[in-house]
C-alpha cells in the first residue's frame, strides 16, 4: 500500500491527492468549512467505504463539490426558476444548495431525487477538484451522531489507513456550510452555518 499523501493542498500534492481520488481513493481535506471525507462520485466503492468509516446508512445523504456552474450542471437534473443565476452570484462560498439530482448521478447520491451541491470558496480546492474531472462527495470527518474532529493529528489517529490526510494551514472554521433547500415551493433554510445571513437575503427567507 501506497503512503498517504500528507501536508498542504498546494503544488505537487493537488496533482498527487488528485490522482489517489481517480484510482478511487478516500481523502481528509480541508474544505471552506470544516475538514471532510472525500472520494470522486461515479465510484461506488468509495463512497461505501466513506460509510463504512462514518458508520452511516444508506439513507442518509452526502455533499458534491462542484468546481464551477457547469460542473454542476452535470449532476443537477433542472434548476428551479432563477436558481441557477442566484446561486452563481453566491458561489463559490460556504452555501450548499438542495436541486433535483440529474437521473444521470448515481443512485445512491441521490436522496428522493435531490442532491446537495456546493462550490467551494478555497482555491486550492477548486483547482483539485478540477484536476480530478468529476464532482467530490463530501462529508464532515466524524463517526454518526458525532461532532466533527478538527484536528488532522487526531484524524490520522481515529481513521487510520486513508490515501490523503491533508492539512490546513491557519485556523479553520468549526462551523459547517450554510444549506437551503430549493426543490419545493419557496426556499427553506435547512441548516444555518456560514454565510447564512447572506444566503438567506439572497433566496429572500425570513
Sequence with gaps: MEEAVIGYLEGRNIDAVAARLRSGGVAVLPTDTIYGFHCIYSNRSSLDRIRRLKGRSESAGFILLASSLEMADRIVGSWPAGARDILGSLWPA????????????????????????????????????????????????????????????????????????????????????????????????????????????????D
Excluded: C, H
Design 94 to 205: 460556504p452555501v450548499t444548495a438542495i436541486l433535483p439530482a440529474s437521473k444521470k448521478i448515481p443512485v445512491a447520491l441521490r436522496q428522493k431525487g435531490r442532491v446537495a451541491v456546493r462550490i467551494p470558496a478555497m482555491p486550492s480546492l477548486l483547482a483539485l477538484i478540477g484536476k480530478t474531472g468529476e464532482p467530490l462527495v463530501s462529508t464532515s470527518v466524524n463517526r454518526s451522531g458525532q461532532p466533527p474532529v478538527n484536528r488532522i493529528g487526531e484524524i490520522e489517529r481515529t481513521f487510520p489507513g486513508l490515501d490523503a490526510y491533508v492539512s490546513r494551514r491557519g485556523a479553520g472554521s468549526r462551523t459547517p456550510s450554510t444549506v437551503i433547500d430549493i426543490t419545493g415551493k419557496e426556499p427553506r433554510m435547512v441548516r444555518p452555518g456560514r454565510s447564512a445571513r447572506w444566503a438567506a437575503a439572497a433566496f429572500g427567507i
